[in-house]
């Protein structure tokens, strides 16, 4: 069952409507910032062994605790910011994820230097195969297994797959011309 349908079927009304501000409004669409980019990374990580609506349910404080995804001050975060991080009930407190949050900021902040932004680095090695994007992924930054790098990759319109051909988001995001139909 796509996500697409199962959002549809979800009860109650309260589940039913965060999945659907999602799917209808973010899942598949292309994302331009980097910093954006950065907070879909965190939350695709933070996912790992977890449901996505918990993720959902603490999306304002995953913003709030990473500064809004702002990729210079999470790269800067030291020992005290990694301590109030790991203490902080409105995100997962997960030591290995909040490593990768801060490792990976500093990652992308070097692939900026290099590339000119995270998303020109996304860009520059496309396409791929969801084997080899999990590859360079994996060679590239912290804590990012193949269904992460496949979420994340589809989620922000890089790999196919994200909506069913027939769900009417479908046709708003091709009208935003994704990185999968590049390639």
Known sequence: MSYCSAVERMQPESRKELHKK???NHYGFPIH?????????IMEINQA?????TI??????????????????????????RERLLSDPGI?????????????AKTIIELQKEFGSFEKWLEHHHPKTLQEWMKLFKKTFKFTGGEIVNEFLMSIGFLKGAHA???????????????????
């Open 92 to 104: 997962i407190r997960n030591k290995l994820k909040v490593n990768a949050a801060i490792e990976n």
């Open 56 to 81: 959902l349910k603490k999306e304002d404080g995953f913003r709030k605790a990473y500064d809004d995804f702002n990729i210079e001050k999470v790269a800067a975060y030291n020992e005290e910011d």
């Open 49 to 53: 062994g977890l449901s996505w609506e």
């Open 33 to 41: 910032d980097d910093n954006e980019l950065f907070g879909r990374l």
């Open 165 to 183: 051909e027939d769900c009417v988001v479908n046709e708003a995001i091709l009208k935003h011309d994704p990185m999968w139909r590049k390639g």
């Open 22 to 24: 999602y799917h209808d």
